[in-house]
T-cell receptor
Framework: GAGVSQSPSNKVTEKGKDVELRCDPI?????LYWYRQSLGQGLEFLIY????????KSGLPSDRFSAERTGGSVSTLTIQRTQQEDSAVYLC???????????????FGEGSRLTVL | EDKVVQSPLSLVVHEGDTVTLNCSYE??????LLWYKQEKKAPTFLFML????IEKKSGRLSSILDKKELSSILNITATQTGDSAIYLC??????????FGTGTRLTVIP
């Protein structure tokens, strides 16, 4: 498809298990963002990838969270030893960024809803 | 620490009313301010503002940036039930990172 694709759309897991969430950005978009949105809350920044630069990981809430972006395209967000407070919708977004030319128009995926029991 | 604050957190109005949503920010290297509308899942882009005092307009929605006051407002005139959504303000920094506020939940009652 032409948009940002995320999978799974819903994931229910038990506390302590690891989960992987996948994001397929729009082809050609060099910037990729992960955000977390808890019920009724705004978007909490997690991590930002820009081209081949080192990612900005400053928003990751703990060392249980990690993310990779392979080949400058698909990204995987991994949460190890999940906790109940990790329950949220995880949104991925991409944009076409040429440094100073970034318009800021992010294209969001539909999100992955994670529920930790 | 970069911070984006929106007010009010929620708002309930009747169809036809005009609303003003506020966004203030504190960032170390401001590049632009953006507004998004989130109805169900994925936020959709509304405006990007980079210069103070220049109004951006799209139909019944308009927005303006005040760099001196480090703030922006989003106005919606003649509100309709379809305007019910969470309105998100975000600030893009010089590093091309984008920080969001907590959002304003707008409910428009018929």
């Amino acid at each position: 498809g032409a948009g940002v694709s995320q999978s799974p759309s819903n994931k229910v897991t038990e506390k302590g298990k690891d989960v992987e969430l996948r994001c397929d950005p729009i082809s050609g978009h060099t910037a990729l963002y992960w955000y977390r949105q808890s019920l009724g809350q705004g978007l909490e920044f997690l991590i930002y990838f820009q081209g081949n630069s080192a990612p900005d990981k400053s928003g990751l809430p703990s060392d249980r969270f990690s993310a990779e972006r392979t080949g400058g395209s698909v990204s995987t967000l991994t949460i190890q030893r999940t906790q109940q407070e990790d329950s949220a919708v995880y949104l991925c977004a991409s944009s076409f960024s040429t440094g100073a030319g970034n318009t800021g128009e992010l294209f969001f995926g539909e999100g992955s809803r994670l529920t930790v029991l | 620490e970069d911070k984006v604050v929106q007010s009010p957190l929620s708002l309930v109005v009747h169809e036809g009313d005009t609303v003003t949503l506020n966004c203030s920010y504190e960032v170390t290297n401001f590049r632009s301010l953006l507004w998004y509308k989130q109805e169900k899942k994925a936020p959709t882009f509304l405006f990007m503002l980079t210069s103070s005092g220049i109004e951006k307009k799209s139909g019944r929605l308009s927005s303006i940036l005040d760099k001196k006051e480090l703030s922006s407002i989003l106005n919606i005139t003649a509100t309709q039930t379809g305007d019910s959504a969470i309105y998100l303000c975000a600030v893009m920094t010089g590093a091309n990172n984008l920080f969001f506020g907590t959002g304003t939940r707008l409910t428009v009652i018929p």
